[in-house]
């Protein structure tokens, strides 16, 4: 006979049968007669199934302080922090353990208070110069050597960059929401008259080929594009 207390704690039919759709995969164990973890078990799913509802629905999740790789040359590594930092590490500086920033190495923006914003891109460096973007849509060139800026002042795309840089042809090409643009990688300014309009959100970084004659990326749409 059912207690009080195990009364509570049973499922519904209709919670059990909805449950038990949710398919195990090889080697996962049966929650089946644990009515907790099954409840928990839901929750997950119905958690997941929202997280993905709002990717594919354009919604954007509150700003997080964002996360990226760091690029690596023959003497620093570059590498963004969550404080909305971008950080020159020098190889050597780091092998003696000097007190950060050593010689060769420095912090952009500089100042304890100032930030770039959610840094979700890895930045990409290409003859000396560093470029990094923002979440905010904030495009940067910077000397690889000193951290000072090359362009006039960034580039506003005005989207939301999660992708990282591709630098090309002389071009940075940017991935940004829906939109790919290229912009002049010594100048700073649009190198195309128009950005390219995709079907769906870009969140990875381009590719191109070997010869440099197309540019290829794929959108949350399952679409999958050459230019």
């Known amino acids: 006979q059912d207690t ?5 704690e049973r499922l519904t039919d209709r919670e059990v ?19 907790g973890l099954i409840r928990y078990a839901g929750l997950f799913v119905t958690l997941i199934t929202l997280l993905t509802l709002s990717a594919c629905l354009g919604v954007t999740p509150s700003r ?10 023959e003497q620093r590594v570059y590498l963004t922090t969550a404080e909305g930092k971008l950080q020159a590490l020098s190889l050597s500086a780091r092998s003696r353990g000097l007190i950060f920033p050593g010689e060769g190495e420095w912090s952009f923006p500089p100042g304890d208070k100032a930030k770039l914003g959610s840094l979700f891109s890895t930045p990409a460096v290409s003859n000396g110069i560093v470029y990094l973007a923002s979440l905010e849509g904030m495009v940067y060139a910077l000397d690889a050597a000193l951290g000072i800026e090359k362009w006039k002042e960034p580039y ?15 071009k ?19 190198a195309w008259a128009q950005p390219f309009q995709a079907a769906g959100r870009v969140w990875a970084k381009p590719s191109i080929d070997d010869t440099e004659a197309s540019l290829f990326f794929g959108t949350l749409d399952k679409d999958f594009y050459a230019l």
């Open 4 to 8: 009080p207390s195990s009364h509570k």
């Open 17 to 35: 049968v909805h449950l038990r759709r949710i398919p195990l995969q090889s080697g996962e164990r049966n929650l089946g007669g644990k009515p």
């Open 64 to 73: 997080g302080r964002g996360w990226s790789a760091p690029t690596a040359t």
């Open 156 to 170: 506003k795309i005005g989207g939301e960059i999660q992708a990282s840089p591709l630098v090309a042809q002389g």
């Open 172 to 190: 940075v090409f940017i991935a940004a929401t829906d939109k790919i643009f290229a912009l002049d990688a010594l100048e700073g300014k649009a």
